[in-house]
């Protein structure tokens, strides 16, 4: 009985081996894919900041914290209106 036991035992401690390594794996792929888009996120703000203050000069503290704030949608909204938009309010408020 103790060589079942010890076999028993051996098979659970590899499971649980198995198990926290696809978990760490998992959530090593998680982790980055989060990374990625608030990598990506940024990269969008940073790019939209860069060409308002092309179009519109110097950005009031108000518009960057609307901006540092802004969901993807609402930048990809932005994104587009800043080439059309008559001045700052058009692009961030909408006309």
Known sequence: MPY???MVRDA???????????????GLQQGLQKGLQQGELEGERK???????????PLPGSAMTQIEGA??????????RVTVGASLA??????
């Not at 058009?90 to 006309?95: A, C, H, K, T």
Request: glycine content about 12%; hydrophobic content about 40%; overall charge negative.
């Open 4 to 6: 079942v036991n010890s």
């Open 12 to 26: 659970i401690a590899r499971g649980e081996a198995i198990g926290v390594e696809r978990g760490e794996q998992r």
């Open 47 to 57: 790019l939209l900041v860069k060409v308002l203050k092309s179009r519109f000069g």
């Open 71 to 80: 969901s993807e949608s609402e930048l990809s909204r932005w994104a587009e």
């Open 90 to 95: 058009d692009v961030l408020d909408g006309w």
